[in-house]
Nanobody, 126 residues
Framework: QVQLVESGGGLVEPGGSLRLSCAAS????????IAWFRQAPGKEREGISC????????YYADSVKDRFIISRDNAKNTVYLQMNSLKPEDTAVYYC???????????????????WGQGTQVTVSS
């Protein structure tokens, strides 16, 4: 059974940084993309960053571009999201997800992804 576990969330002041981790279980099926999504209260879940495992290309939503960085540690089967210059509007539950296929046109689309973690809360507040 595929299992994704996020960690690293918490409370941070505006302008601060956090690093989220997404650990995949040993039974994770080979995936072609892994992504981070977030969902704020009352809003739809939005894709914010994706990493294509076949070519290493990364994709970012405009709202996080130049502030967030997605990376992967193959040895640990873990993907990270380094979040810098955090803003109150970044407050949300953050999820990682994997896709068994990949089409760059849908890199940040929920419909592409097959497996999801349980989420980790990030709160940006002074």
């Amino acid at each position: 059974q595929v299992q994704l576990v996020e960690s690293g969330g918490g409370l941070v002041e505006p302008g601060g940084s956090l690093r989220l981790s997404c650990a995949a279980s040993e039974f994770t099926l080979p995936y072609y993309a892994i992504a981070w999504f977030r969902q704020a209260p009352g809003k739809e879940r939005e894709g914010i960053s994706c990493l294509s495992t076949s070519d290493g290309l990364t994709y970012y939503a405009d709202s996080v571009k130049d502030r967030f960085i997605i990376s992967r540690d193959n040895a640990k089967n873990t993907v990270y999201l380094q979040m810098n210059s955090l803003k109150p509007e970044d407050t949300a539950v953050y999820y990682c997800a994997t896709a068994l296929g990949f089409n760059s046109m849908y890199a940040l689309s929920r419909s592409l992804y097959d497996y999801w973690g349980q989420g980790t809360q990030v709160t940006v507040s002074s």
